[in-house]
């Protein structure tokens, strides 16, 4: 069974601030890896992906994420944060024989202040 | 337009009740997730499912039943429902080997008092 961490709960930060948010999952065999932003009163969004290829991929909005098979992770990276990124982020493994199951982590929450 | 919808977003039942979560979606995926987020929990799957007709059981499927009559709709039941369902239901579909790109509703709030 895949298993997904993230070690931080809650997140603050000002608005400019660079920030990287936490990943790191559990799993021996090839393994999909994806973030998910959720906010206040929302569903979650898919913000980026990962599969095989450059360890870094890029998302929406100036997210991008590293992949680490050495340190099983997959942190999420912003270089300038705005107060509109605030939200909760959750990080989500997925494996081939899954059943097409996502596996979240528990989130963590950002907090921007201006 | 949204692509993923839930009906009702917000729903008041009563320990005993019968209570129907609807979702639709227009993405013409296979397959269909419901969740439920609780805080301290994060999301948990209930059920999901790989078409019409099928329906598969997730990490906490007691006291729940699920329903995919077409590829568009699937539904999550509350035969009785109890006041520890209270909580916030989400529908997600997906596509893809691994499932692991999946597009969420809006959510729906229910409280069992």
């Known amino acids: 069974t895949q298993t997904v961490s993230q070690s931080d709960a809650h997140v603050t930060v000002f608005e400019g601030d660079s920030v990287e948010l936490r990943c790191n999952y559990s799993y021996g065999g090839s393994i999909y890896l994806s973030w998910y932003i959720q906010h206040h009163g929302h569903g979650l969004q898919f913000l980026l992906k990962y599969y095989s290829g450059n360890p870094v991929v890029q998302g929406v909005n100036g997210f991008e994420a590293e992949f680490s098979k050495s340190d099983s992770s997959f942190h999420l990276r912003k270089a300038s944060v705005h107060w509109s990124d605030s939200a909760v982020y959750f990080c989500a493994v997925s494996a081939g024989n899954s059943n097409n199951r996502i596996f979240f982590g528990d989130g963590t929450q950002l907090v921007v202040k201006p | 337009e949204a692509a993923v919808t839930q009906s009702p977003r917000n729903k008041v039942a009563v320990t005993g009740g019968k209570v129907t979560l609807s979702c639709n979606q227009t993405n013409n995926h296979n397959n269909m997730y419901w969740y439920r987020q609780d805080t301290g929990h994060g999301l948990r799957l209930i059920h999901y499912s790989y078409g019409a007709g099928s329906t598969e059981k997730g990490d906490i499927p007691d006291g729940y039943k699920a329903s995919r009559p077409s590829q568009e709709n699937f539904s999550l039941i509350l035969e009785l429902a109890t006041p520890s369902q209270t909580s916030v239901y989400f529908c997600?579909?997906?596509?893809?080997?691994?499932?692991?790109?999946?597009?969420f509703g809006p959510g729906t709030r229910l409280t069992v008092l």
């Open positions: 997600a579909s997906g596509e893809g080997g691994g499932g692991w790109e999946q597009y």
